[in-house]
């Protein structure tokens, strides 16, 4: 009895326009997943989705573990023959699992196109742009300066050298920590539906691409572990994607900004533990008092953050730019999440050389910039490209932990000639 292939073709259209424009020029010869240094040697990537892609098979791509297991190191769109961009498809995959993954969609609709650009950043601009305007009223100017008196910001007297202090026009624990606080849950949130979902298809495909060539099933915190230390930490699967130039910038850019991302991530949970458990505890109340000192370590920690933050964004940057179109495309996703990372990083470093100059007109539109845009970058996380350091890592630890990849790597792969 024949099977009946029903083709999605307007999800073969879509697939088109967010990264896989070149699928229809795969003729199938397998090269992509006889390169891949990091396709099982089981039933390998990315062949078989490059042949769902054509045929418009969307039930079993969007719930195919195999596109997260891909680290689109390109590798199989340099030796495509076709120039079919193997790389591409399985990053184009990714990026319809972020459109589509969580409600509300609508943000992934809009994170999809630069159009809607100017949504994305409206959103958070109105936000601090009304705290700036009632700020201002209470103030009595848009550009106050403040001496410090009690551990709080007041305005400076008349004839009293007063300074630029962020804490008094956006003051914390009214404007910026109930806002990203709420941020916070909510972006939590979303990640847990969105990887609960991501569980559930991987749990419901069929067939599952794991079953052939199972590597033995662990428990889940042996299955976390390994991901979180051997892989995450450490990055060991983009060392695996190969030793060319453009290999080793790859790996250097993305181990610099991710460990950047954790420092401030760091210094971030001290200042706000330490401000709100100073409430209680006010001997810890001066650790994360800001503005911090420049010899304070926290503040350290945070300008040497900074400067990775700018230099892995700097690797990753020029070589995307140096990339040939011809092998490789970029998408929409891709230069929004360089271009917002690149904004939170300079607007956070101005905003404090700024401050330290006392330059109040340029100082506090700096730090409106900056909040603008920490908040482009976390709130609208779930549906961006940054959204695969979760749900990558969660299809790492399912995949570990049904056997689709091994505890340590293996090289079977067979070539016949």
Known sequence: MANVIKADLQFVQELQSVGGDALKKCYQCATCSVACPLAPAENPYP????????????????????????HNCGTCSDLCPRGAKPGDLMAAMRNMAYRNLVEPTVVGKWMSSS?????????????????????????????????EEGGHFVLAP???????KYGGLFPGDFTIDPVFGLVALFVAFIFYKGVMKLIKGFQDTTPKTFVVGEHGQVSWIDAIKDVLFGQVATHAKWKQ?????????????????FWSFVILAIVTSIVAVTHWGGKIIPFIAPIGHTPMPLWSPVKIMANVGAIMLLFGLTVLT????????SKHGSSFYDWYLLGV??????????????????????????????????????????????????YRTAALV???????????????????V
């Not at 340029?362 to 970058?377: G, K, R």
């Open 47 to 70: 062949r078989k989705e490059m042949v769902w892609a054509q045929w418009g098979l969307k039930d079993r791509l969007v719930n195919d573990i195999d596109i997260w297991l891909c």
């Open 115 to 147: 159009k809607y650009l100017p949504i994305l950043i409206a959103i958070p601009a109105a936000i601090y742009l009304l705290i700036w305007i009632i700020r201002a009223g209470q103030l009595g100017s848009f550009f106050p300066l403040f001496v």
């Open 158 to 164: 008349e004839g009293v050298a007063g300074a630029v």
């Open 241 to 257: 994607c190969g030793d060319t130039e453009s290999d080793k910038h790859r790996f250097t850019g993305h181990f610099t900004l």
């Open 318 to 325: 020029k070589r995307r730019l140096n990339q040939d179109p």
């Open 341 to 390: 990372i690149w904004a939170v990083g300079l607007t956070g470093i101005f905003s404090q050389l700024l401050r330290l100059a006392n330059v109040p007109t340029l100082a506090y539109p700096m730090y409106y910039l900056h909040l603008v845009s920490v908040f482009m970058l976390f709130v609208y996380l779930p549906w961006s490209k940054l959204g695969h350091l979760v």
């Open 398 to 416: 399912y995949a570990r932990k049904t056997g689709r990849i091994a505890m340590q790597s293996r090289e079977e792969k067979i070539f016949v």
